[in-house]
C-alpha cells in the first residue's frame, strides 16, 4: 500500500487546488478509483495508474 499511498500523496495539492470541498474531493476519488486503475495498481503498473488518476485530475473542473 505505500506506493499507492505515494501516488495519492502526489496527485492531491492538485485536486485540493481544483475541488473547494472535501465532499467534492472525495466524489473525485471514489470515481477516479475505478476498477481498471485498480487492476493497474494490482499489475504493478503504478506510472500507468498515476496518469490515469492525473488525466482524471487534469479533467477536473474543466467539465460543465
Known sequence: YGQYLELLARVRPLLKAQLATPAEREEFWRSTIDQPTLALLKAG?????????RNAASRTGTQS
Open 45 to 53: 503498473r503504478w506510472q500507468e495508474a498515476e496518469e490515469r488518476v
